[in-house]
């Protein structure tokens, strides 16, 4: 699956328009980089983005 694959499952999923989707995947990969890069394991990072990306929906519905 790729960047723009995953923006269209996660707008068709949560019922967000393009431009949200994107911004959530957006804000997924920074802050997954961002973690990586501070020296935190790839498990931690993806919980963390996992559960922002999460609240970020919630918060449309």
Do not use: H, P, W
């Not at 990072?45 to 519905?61: D, E, G, W």
């Amino acid at each position: 699956m790729n960047k723009l694959e995953l923006i269209q499952a996660l707008k068709e999923a949560a019922n967000l328009s393009k431009s949200e989707a994107t911004a959530i995947v957006d804000i997924f990969f920074n802050e997954m980089t961002n973690a990586l890069s501070n020296g935190s394991n790839c498990n931690y990072a993806v919980q963390v983005c996992t559960s922002m990306a999460i609240r970020s929906v919630l918060r449309k519905i």
